[in-house]
Structures are given as C-alpha cells and as structure tokens.
C-alpha cells in the first residue's frame, strides 16, 4: 500500500515556538508566501522544494529531520 501524504507529520509549529520566531518572519527569511508555509505547517502540503526545505533549514538552523518525520497512520492509531 503507498504511504499517505499524512504520513509525513510536520514539527514547523514546535521549531518556530523554541526558536520564538512567527511564520511570518520565517516567510520573510525563506522567500516564500506566508500562505504557503501555512500549508506546510498544517500538514496539507503534497510536496516541498528542496531549495525550499534548505532555506527552511538555513533559517531555522536545524535538520530536515527536526522538521519532518514519517509516522504511518497505523502507529498512530488512526
């Protein structure tokens, strides 16, 4: 069976809370739209750039690892 888009959980809220940055100044940094963050952050993106990610990582100064993580809907109960 193909993994779900869900599958990918996002952690852009927890990052910009320990790091007390908004979502604005992080699309301002990254040059993207404060919409399409918002779509990431929400988990209803179906695909990210990787020059995109890079700027994500660069600003927040972490790893796409601390961004993003796979968990399948099966360990999550759902």
Same mark, same amino acid.
């Given at each position: 069976?193909?993994?779900?888009? +869900?599958?990918?959980?996002?952690?852009?809220?927890?990052?910009? @809370?320990? *790091?007390?940055? /908004? !979502?604005?100044?992080?699309?301002?940094?990254?040059?993207?739209?404060?919409? +399409?963050?918002?779509?990431?952050?929400?988990?209803?993106?179906? @695909?990210? *750039?990787?020059? /995109? !990610?890079?700027?994500?990582?660069?600003?927040?100064?972490?790893?796409?690892?601390?961004?993003?993580?796979?968990?399948?809907?099966?360990?999550?109960?759902?």
């Amino acid at each position: 069976m193909p993994a779900e888009a +869900n599958d990918i959980q996002v952690h852009l809220d927890d990052l910009l @809370a320990e *790091r007390g940055m /908004t !979502l604005a100044e992080l699309a301002a940094r990254v040059g993207v739209t404060n919409v +399409n963050l918002s779509v990431l952050k929400n988990g209803h993106a179906r @695909a990210i *750039r990787f020059t /995109t !990610l890079t700027s994500i990582c660069q600003a927040l100064n972490c790893q796409p690892g601390d961004l993003l993580s796979y968990r399948p809907a099966c360990a999550r109960g759902d």
